[in-house]
């Protein structure tokens, strides 16, 4: 079964850049086609991040405006996040995950979740 | 944009009935689909609903799912509670490019 991992600095100063990948394993990440970043931070609930189509388009949560940017790299079989000018109000933990078993278009539930990683945002 | 509202918490005993509701704000909540997921402590999401009331294999029949349009809201239903379906859930949906979760239910089986 595919797995996802994430994985990144646990600690970035404010104003700083946020920067996480997901290592996918047991499949190519060429196989799904919609990859998707979620976050939750201490005490409240699930928050979208945004999405990347396996096209390339991606879509991210207006909230976060142009901060975040999602990408993938074939070569190493993983997803990116970077979440850019980062405030105490991005510490949260970090899912990837992915959509596949449940259907196959934009808002399809996730089937597959990283087991998630803690990001700090803090001087 | 639209929001999804839930109840902060919920209760109930052990073998009795809950429904958690989850109301969209503006919007039919029948244009988009509806799914919901389970997150215990210390464990990352799991689908128990998804397209209003499909269950993923390996969920138990106990839990169902349904949506009311004359209410504008989604609802999750888990009958015979166990112990082990004390988690928080939340229901998510979607509208061009924007995806939605609702703000979470903690349902305590006491």
């Known amino acids: 079964q595919v797995q996802l991992q994430e994985s990144g600095p646990r600690l970035v100063q404010p104003s700083g850049t946020l920067s996480l990948t997901c290592a996918v394993s047991?499949?190519?990440?060429?196989?799904?086609?919609?990859w998707k970043w979620v976050r939750q931070s201490p005490g409240k609930g699930l928050e979208w991040i945004g999405e990347?189509?396996?096209?390339?388009?991606?879509h991210y949560n207006p909230s976060l405006g142009s901060r975040v940017t999602i990408s993938v790299d074939k070569s190493k079989n993983q997803l990116s996040l970077k979440l850019t000018s980062v405030t105490a109000a991005d510490t949260a933990l970090y899912y990837c995950?992915?959509?596949?078993?449940?259907?196959?278009?934009?808002?399809?539930?996730?089937?597959?979740w990283g087991r998630g990683t803690m990001v700090t945002v803090s001087s | 944009n639209f929001m999804l509202t839930q109840p902060h918490s919920v209760s109930e005993s052990p073998g009795k009935t809950v429904t958690i509701s989850c109301t969209r704000s503006s919007g039919s909540i029948v244009s988009n689909y509806v799914q919901w997921y389970q997150v215990r402590p210390g464990s990352s999401p799991a689908t128990v609903i998804y397209e209003n009331k499909q269950r993923p294999s390996g969920v138990p029949a106990r839990f169902s799912g349904s949506v009311d349009s004359s209410a504008n809201s989604a609802s999750l239903t888990i009958s015979g509670l166990k112990p082990e379906d004390e988690a928080d859930y939340y229901c998510q949906s979607y509208e061009s490019r924007n995806l939605v979760f609702g703000g979470g239910t903690k349902l305590t089986v006491l």
């Open positions: 995950a992915r959509v596949g078993a449940y259907g196959d278009y934009f808002g399809a539930p996730f089937d597959i």
């Open positions: 990347l189509y396996h096209t390339g388009e991606t």
């Open positions: 047991s499949d190519s990440i060429r196989n799904t086609n919609w």
